[in-house]
């Protein structure tokens, strides 16, 4: 008998006995990682081998004694694939030990297997055997120091297990200690030429042996070794295309096995080094492959960190919308996992891309959410950086400024914080600049552009920060001329030359300084217009304009206005975020400037500016917008892009859409009107005032002459209630009438389609008092928000009897009778009896909830009856909401906002609101927008009629009483809301709703 058959037969006679666990449990835990815990007992005079094989996962194990006493911990960092051995010494009497299994991430097919070796010592032989199990096992603890000497230890320990098992015959063991040693090699001590041998004949032996499992960990140790030695820049092609062969047969080898996992991420591998090659297109095909895998074994981390590769390649492309769906799953899986720190960096990263496709909505929402997670220092400066970068290119200036403020002051000091690589003070500090510009304050902008110029780290930065100080300068009316040149050159130096012929513009915009004249403002508008993005191009038509208007050239600067405002308007339009900051920042000036008839040719001033009232209120109606035509957003920013091109088809698209934005479209919608109807629209601005009153064939525009009492008047209007005082609202309507309406008073037709905004903006017209009376009672009275994209309201504003009616209203709070719970109210009750039939569908009490709103029926009605309160924010209509009731103890009632409004999809030719109520005021001069009410006419309402004030139970019951019947009786809603009207101001009409305004609106 030879020494090895000696051996075996005597290891057999030793009875490595492998034993059942007592109890295991397998716990399925949602999230990268799982436990799993067994229990097994203990002899009282044998040692105890525990073997675990792992299946798709990283692990450690733990196993503790009776009380709780750790008694070893082991894993081998970074492995899937090889069993991982604990060795646990007798202690004289038995006992029960705990073993648990912690996997650092799993798939859904993970799982573990353990066997148990009780090892009987009974002479040399076994002694030594048992010592080689202790040694593979010592290999195989979790280090409390991890110091390059202890890990040596551990290499030594190994081998010196492996030549031990060879002396047994025990070849599977001998290869698992030897592929243990390779990889504590390479992966702790970085000695990959001694981990590449020790593998190579690890390989060699298993595939003679045909041990399949320590052959397949055996090459993808390999693989992973070539790939992280192909990553150096210095690495061989050799090494590289070594890498991919043996990842390549890696990943056959693992498909073969079904071990799918390993099969993905040497699939992750291969992209990994094609990427580091820059072999884009074919990486992702790599990480595609791999990817689909991950996801269907559930992978998650996997996965996550592919898609995060895939970023990159992208990123590196310029093609930013493959990077935001990917980084949009990617945020999406981490949210799902509660993975934060994960989640905070990729919130980040999918907010620089929403900054960069002009999505400043999606980016706030982000950040915002990152906000609310992160509590390290660093990350949260960078967020708050973004997010007041991102409030400061919405407008939200206020916001912008806080934010700013207190991302670039250091905390406690207040003092500016230190240039810092990983931080964008300089463009924090730029921003808070220019705002300071914005509202006037020289002094603050040149000691904030002082601070950053000390930040400025390329000759970009400089160029941008000269522009911006011209800018400054030009804005507090200090001279440029002596810098003139030292900050051209700085521009020229790292702007190009869009930036330069963008401040040569902005120069010569208000300064007659050398080198301004026709011929070089002309060529410098040409350059940036072909060559600079949308941004700049408008900016500089804006300086240009003021160019032709300083130099007297009015009838030019008209023009070039005209096309400026279309051109704005298209941007807003179908590129919404893409002016960004420039449009705020400038808005005011640009609109004051459409509104002043001094360049207008006398033939046809009404009528164009008219159209130019028109074009200015069409570009404040446009609200934010994400994901429209993000191909050509995406495209802007390309490197090299035509950037007249990627919008040109747009462009000729939206002409064509938008042809009633002209003189034409506004003669057109004129010719419309019957002979007692008109357009009347006033522009208000402090104490000068100019009104239109367009008819067929006539527009007539007139300058006012108002009081500093009128704005008051206007205040006490606006803010009247059941309990005002009843003289002074009069004399407050009396003199609103007199000085808005009493040089047209005369002209005014029987209905007249109304342009509400500014400070009239929420203003019930029909209540003005002019010497011939109430204005109401002689005229019908139709607030129009979009003028003139829909023709003349005519049969919108018919109504025969609705088949289908959606009516809600009267919340609840949550009592102990809530669940069944039902009120009738006389208002609803009042409703139903009026359109009782199939049609009819009512919510209310405890029943109205924000779900009964995602109901068929809800965008299928001709008439939605909302009886629940409704507050209507004019000056900020995102705080806007409907209230509905509580849905449980604690909770406080449900909400409906804004956002929740601009998913419905409504039908109705009419909606009536009776508990509404009016807040606040139009946010300045130009602001036309209404509220909740402007929503739910863009939701689809073919008009919305509103209360100025909740008009409580009793008042909506009257209100509903009286008008039904009048709309049935007319089929008209203007005439039987003046009928309505004619009652309210009557004797019998309820104190609720004496002082009420009501307001009927269209598009």
């Known amino acids: 008998m030879s020494n090895a058959e000696w051996t075996r037969t005597f290891l057999l006679g030793l009875l490595l006995v492998w034993l059942p666990p007592l109890l295991a449990q397998s716990p399925e835990t949602r999230g990268p990682g799982a436990s799993r815990e067994y229990f097994v007992r203990q002899r009282a005079d044998d040692p105890l081998v525990i073997r675990v094989n792992p299946f798709e996962a990283e692990f450690t194990v733990q196993v503790t004694g009776p009380n709780g006493e750790l008694l070893g911990e082991s894993g081998i960092p970074g492995n899937r694939t090889q069993p991982v051995f604990v060795y646990i010494d007798s202690v004289g009497k038995e006992r029960q030990l705990d073993i648990r299994v912690e996997s650092v991430w799993q798939t859904r097919r993970t799982r573990f297997e353990l066997e148990f070796s009780r090892l009987d010592i009974r002479d040399d032989l076994s002694t030594d055997l048992a010592r080689a199990q202790q040694r593979l096992a010592y290999g195989h603890e979790v280090l409390t120091v991890d110091t390059a000497a202890n890990w040596s230890v551990k290499v030594n320990m190994l081998m010196q297990a492996s030549r031990a098992f060879q002396d047994f015959g025990m070849e599977e063991l001998r290869l698992w200690s030897a592929l243990s040693a390779a990889h504590v090699a390479w992966l702790k001590l970085g000695d990959s030429t001694t981990a590449l041998q020790l593998n190579e004949s690890v390989l060699g032996a298993a595939q003679v042996a045909g041990l399949e499992t320590v052959s397949l960990s055996a090459v993808m140790m390999r693989g992973e070794i070539l790939a992280a030695m192909a990553e150096s820049m210095s690495a061989a092609d050799r090494i590289r295309d070594e890498s991919q062969t043996v990842l390549a047969a890696a990943g056959e080898f693992a498909r073969r096995l079904d071990y799918r996992y390993e099969q993905a991420y040497s699939e992750f591998l291969r992209g990994k080094e094609l990427a580091g090659r820059e072999r884009g297109d074919e990486a992702l095909v790599r990480f595609g492959s791999a990817l689909e895998i991950a996801l269907d074994l559930q992978a998650m981390t996997l996965a996550t960190e592919i898609r995060e590769r895939m970023v990159e390649i992208h990123e590196r492309h310029g093609d930013r919308l493959a990077s935001e769906a990917v980084l949009g799953d990617v945020v999406s899986q981490l949210a799902s996992e509660g993975a934060q720190d994960e989640l905070v960096r990729s919130l980040l990263q999918q907010a620089a891309l929403y900054l960069d496709l002009y999505r400043y909505p999606e980016a706030i929402d982000g950040l915002q959410e990152a906000l609310a997670i992160d509590n390290v220092s660093l990350t949260q400066t960078q967020a708050a950086l973004m997010l007041g970068q991102a409030w400061f290119e919405s407008g939200r200036f206020a916001a912008a400024e806080q934010q700013l403020t207190a991302a670039v002051l250091n905390p406690g000091t207040g003092v500016f914080r230190r240039p810092n690589p990983l931080l964008p003070i300089e463009q924090g500090l730029g921003t808070l600049a220019t705002l300071a510009r914005h509202r006037g304050d020289a002094m603050e902008a040149e000691r904030v552009r002082k601070v950053q110029s000390r930040h400025l780290e390329g000759a970009a930065s400089r160029a941008r920060w000269a522009y911006e100080d011209i800018l400054d300068r030009l804005a507090a009316g200090r001279a440029v001329g002596a810098q003139w040149q030292e900050l051209r050159r700085a521009i020229r130096a790292g702007g190009g030359e869009v930036l330069e012929a963008l401040a040569q513009l902005a120069f010569c ?488 305004a009501f307001q009927l609106l269209i598009r």
């Open 509 to 996: 915009s208000a300064d007659a300084g050398a080198g301004c004249t026709d011929e070089t403002t002309r060529a410098a508008l040409a350059r940036v217009q072909s060559r600079g993005n949308p941004r700049e191009a408008v900016a500089a038509g804006w300086h240009y304009y003021r160019f032709l208007v300083r130099s007297g050239r009015l009838q030019l600067a008209g023009e070039t206005l005209e096309a400026l405002l279309d051109e704005v308007f298209f941007l807003r339009q179908d590129l919404p975020g893409v002016l960004g900051s420039w449009f705020w920042l400038n808005r005011a000036e640009l609109f004051s400037a459409a509104l002043d008839v001094s360049g207008l040719p006398a033939a046809s001033s009404d009528l164009r500016s008219l159209l130019r009232l028109a074009k200015v209120r069409a570009i404040e109606q446009v609200m934010p917008s994400g994901a429209l035509h993000e191909d050509v957003r995406a495209g802007l920013n390309q490197p090299g892009a035509d950037r007249q091109a990627v919008v040109a088809g747009l462009r000729t698209d939206f002409k064509a859409r938008h042809g009633w934005l002209s003189l034409q479209g506004i003669q057109t919608y004129l010719d419309q009107l019957a002979d007692d109807e008109g357009v009347l629209a006033i522009d208000l601005d402090g104490r000068s005032a100019q009104i239109w009153l367009a008819q067929r064939g006539t527009v007539k525009r007139r300058d006012l002459r108002v009081s500093a009492e009128l704005d008051r008047a206007l205040d006490r209007i606006r803010t009247a209630g059941q309990d005002t005082d009843a003289s002074t609202l009069r004399a407050a309507l009396e003199r609103a009438g007199r000085e808005l309406l009493g040089p047209v008073q005369g002209d005014l037709p029987q209905t007249v389609y109304w342009l509400p905004a500014g400070s009239l903006l929420g203003i019930p017209l029909d209540s003005l008092v002019l010497s011939s009376g109430v204005l109401g009672a002689r005229h019908r009275i139709v607030g129009v928000l979009d003028f003139p994209a829909s023709p003349p309201p005519g049969r919108r504003l018919d109504m025969s009897a609705p088949e289908r009616v959606f009516a809600a209203g009267y919340p609840t709070d949550w009592t102990a009778r809530f669940p069944d719970r039902l009120e009738t109210t006389p208002e609803l009750t009042d409703v139903a009896g009026r359109f009782i039939g199939p049609g009819l569908h009512i919510v209310q009490g405890n029943a109205l909830l924000p779900h009964e709103f995602a109901d068929p029926r809800v965008g299928a009605a001709q008439l939605l009856h909302l009886a629940m309160p409704v507050r209507i924010e004019l000056g900020a209509p995102e705080e806007s909401r409907f209230e509905l009731s509580e849905p449980g103890r604690g909770e406080g009632r449900a909400g409906l906002m804004p956002e929740d409004v601009r998913r419905w999809r409504l039908s109705a030719q009419l909606l009536v609101l009776t508990q509404s109520g009016l807040h606040g005021r139009g946010a300045d001069r130009f602001d036309a927008r209404f509220g909740l009410a402007g929503e739910l006419l863009r939701a689809g309402a073919q008009a919305v009629l509103i209360s100025d004030q909740p008009l409580g139970a009793k008042g909506g019951a009257w209100f509903s009483s009286m008008f039904y019947p009048a709309l049935e009786r007319s089929g008209d809603i203007a005439a039987a809301l003046e009928e309505t009207r004619a009652a309210q101001r009557g004797e019998n009409a309820p104190e609720a709703v004496r002082n009420t």
